[in-house]
């Protein structure tokens, strides 16, 4: 391979982290204040003159000031600064800073820019806080991820409870763990351990919103503190959005970085990406064990790459719920016992929306700094959906930029035949996943069932909360659900829902 140009190789100079714990709700800092410091720190990382003269500002879209667009020029006017180029994912998804910053490597690598500045940031506490000081004439409490403008109130799965995250990610969870082999208390079982060990994590990361160690079985049991939120996952297995939080990093060329005098051993070397994502409808899915694009993205860069696992000193694997992190440790072959995390995770580190691998980024690049050591950052954004990998080095990458990253076509090909939707079936029928949602009391609401007819379609079926046997069979582990047979009945109301039962 021939000598790079290092004006064209991507290095990360300045990471910066914001947590805001304000005593009033009013004295919080909205997204942008949390976006501008975030950047002001790195900058101030990378020795204080780079943010000035950015070619570049890429922020990750955020939920809890919709009315706010960092992009529109206040984030600019806010820092002082004028970047030619300026944009904001169409989304807050999980992936997006990794997204983001292989697009900087990108832009880099062509020669359109010469540092480049990534940022996010989120006050979803502060909104939250303030919201619930104004009454809703409907009388229900105010939830900014439920009432978010881009979230489908009505539609053949919400109807069913499937509207946010919360709801679908236990239909991995639970399809995965059958598939595994596992039983319901070895699936918790791995689950506690991951996320005690992220835990452990957090507490020694100066950024993390919770630091603050617990322990396997206090993650999956239930109690006051740990109340039950979509079965089998409690409050310590979601991800923690009630932060404020902001976080940003700044890339610039090598050549550039010398030119400033940043010293070698403060740069960390940007490596090759693989993105792939599945339908944005999750009822369009070939399977809930595994994601063929959470695979290709994972493997294609590793194969860009030229590592194994047992070339990575850390990785972050995403931790919205435990079933992203299972997955991807099966594909990387990651073994429990070594931490998948160098943050802290979504509960612990922080929930952030969109932006928490911005996190994962500026804890990384802390780790890898003065060493040979590479490291690894897998994200995923959506329900499920969108995943986005890519290699960080202490040393040189030999990656050489721009890459073409996107192995949409990679992932399509591997991907099982998508069972038809049958939203009207009636007859038996097994059950392919399912999930007990429950209200804020710990007691159960509803259970859902995604069914598989005899032909093969999938539908939807309900449990109403006084099935008391049905729920307990789902959710005590007395065998397993995933597999078992039943029967989907119908009233003669046009708008009722389809009901479970079992033979």
């Not at 991507?10 to 501008?36: F, K, S, T």
């Not at 979504?346 to 050591?373: C, Q, W």
Request: some cysteine.
């Amino acid at each position: 391979m021939p000598e790079q140009d290092p004006e064209n190789i991507p290095v990360i100079a300045g990471v910066g982290q914001v947590n805001d714990r304000p005593e009033n709700p009013g004295d919080g800092l909205d997204p942008i204040h949390l976006m501008a410091e975030a950047l002001r720190r790195a900058d101030a990382d990378a020795g204080g003159d780079l943010l000035a003269e950015c070619d570049s500002l890429a922020v990750v879209a955020q939920l809890a000031w919709p009315q706010l667009n960092p992009v529109d020029g206040k984030l600019a006017e806010v820092l002082g600064i004028d970047p030619a180029h300026r944009m904001q994912t169409a989304m807050p998804n999980g992936d997006s800073p990794i997204l983001l910053l292989n697009e900087a490597a990108n832009r880099i690598g062509r020669g359109e820019a010469k540092i480049c500045a990534v940022t996010g940031g989120e006050a979803l506490r502060t909104a939250g806080q303030l919201a619930a000081l104004k009454k809703r004439t409907d009388g229900a409490k105010p939830n900014a991820l439920r009432d978010a403008s881009h979230r489908v109130r009505k539609g053949y799965a919400q109807g069913y409870g499937l509207v946010v995250p919360t709801d679908v990610y236990p239909l991995y969870e639970n399809a995965g763990r059958a598939a595994y082999g596992q039983s319901l208390a070895e699936g918790q079982a791995e689950s506690g351990a991951i996320w005690a060990g992220m835990s452990e994590v957090a507490a020694q990361s100066e950024g993390a919103w919770i630091r603050k160690t617990v322990s396997a079985d206090d993650v999956v049991m239930p109690s006051a503190d740990n109340r039950p939120i979509a079965f089998p996952y409690t409050k310590l297995q979601v991800a923690n959005s009630s932060v404020n939080q902001g976080a940003g990093f700044i890339v610039t060329s090598l050549a550039e970085a010398r030119r400033r005098g940043i010293a070698e051993d403060r740069l960390v070397y940007v490596g090759y990406g693989a993105a792939a994502h599945e339908s944005d409808s999750f009822l369009s899915r070939d399977r809930y064990d595994a994601s063929p694009s959470l695979a290709t993205s994972i493997e294609r860069t590793m194969a860009l790459n030229g590592v194994t696992a047992a070339d990575l000193a850390h990785v972050e694997l995403y931790s919205c719920f435990p079933c992203v992190p299972k997955m991807a440790r099966r594909v990387l072959g990651w073994p429990l016992e070594r931490p998948a995390t160098v943050f802290g995770g979504l509960t612990f580190g922080g929930g952030p929306i969109g932006n928490y691998m911005s996190h994962a980024v500026a804890a990384m690049v802390e780790k890898l700094r003065g060493t040979g050591d590479k490291g690894l950052l897998f994200a995923n954004g959506g329900y499920a959906t969108h995943n986005h990998t890519i290699l960080v080095s202490g040393a040189p990458t030999q990656a050489a930029f721009p890459q073409e990253f996107d192995y949409q076509a990679e992932a399509d090909a591997r991907r099982g035949d998508v069972p038809p939707l049958d939203k009207t079936y009636t007859g038996p029928a097994t059950i392919e996943s399912y999930t007990v949602h429950y209200d804020r009391t710990g007691t159960p609401s509803s259970g859902v069932i995604v069914a598989r007819t005899p032909t093969g379609s999938r539908t939807l079926a309900s449990v109403p909360a006084d099935d008391g046997d049905m729920i307990a069979f789902l959710t005590e582990g007395r065998g397993e659900p995933v597999g078992s047979s039943g029967v989907i009945t119908r009233s003669g109301e046009a708008e009722a829902l389809a009901l479970w039962s079992r033979d």
